[in-house]
């Protein structure tokens, strides 16, 4: 007697979404004035503006930058906009702030250009292992975005899922 093996995850009309497959392999930068303060606290705008004219910008081509300040210094405002209109049209994006900041605006970014409509009414998977790092930011953002739309959200894997939500 042969028995038929049947796939009933294949059969369960799951969707799945993997946010892994959002991340965007660019080189990582970190873009610390730290180094430019005046006794590592505070900055002087002569010697600043001159780090900002003689930087190699070009090291950020194509990167993702973090830009911050790592120690408790006074920066103004100012100081930063220099650094954005120098990465401006060199970085491929950048942010200020620390370089998990970046990997979570870098995945909101990327599930806002996704079409959502796609999934209204359906149950859905968010898979949930992943060899590259995705930002549980991403994953809270994702559940919001979808939590008005599906019937239902489960975490991890199709054969293997934790309930999230289900439409009442």
Do not use: H
Request: proline share 4%.
């Amino acid at each position: 007697m042969e028995e038929t093996i049947i796939n009933k995850v294949s059969q369960s009309g799951l969707l799945t979404i993997n946010l892994e497959e959002l991340y965007d392999e660019s080189q990582r930068k970190l873009l610390d004035i730290k180094d430019q303060l005046y006794m590592g606290l505070m900055l002087k705008e002569k010697e600043f503006r001159e780090y900002i004219k003689t930087n190699d910008w070009e090291v950020y081509r194509g990167c993702l930058v973090a830009v911050t300040c790592s120690t408790d210094a006074i920066v103004p405002t100012w100081a930063y906009m220099l650094i954005a209109n120098k990465l401006s049209g060199v970085a491929k994006q950048f942010i200020f702030g620390s370089p998990q900041e970046l990997e979570s605006l870098m995945f909101i970014r990327k599930i806002d250009t996704l079409d959502l409509s796609l999934y209204e009414g359906q149950r859905v998977v968010i898979k949930g292992c992943s060899d590259k790092p995705v930002p549980v930011s991403a994953y809270v953002y994702l559940t919001e975005k979808l939590t008005p739309l599906v019937k239902s959200i489960m975490y991890g894997e199709p054969c293997s899922t934790v309930p999230v939500y289900k439409k009442a």
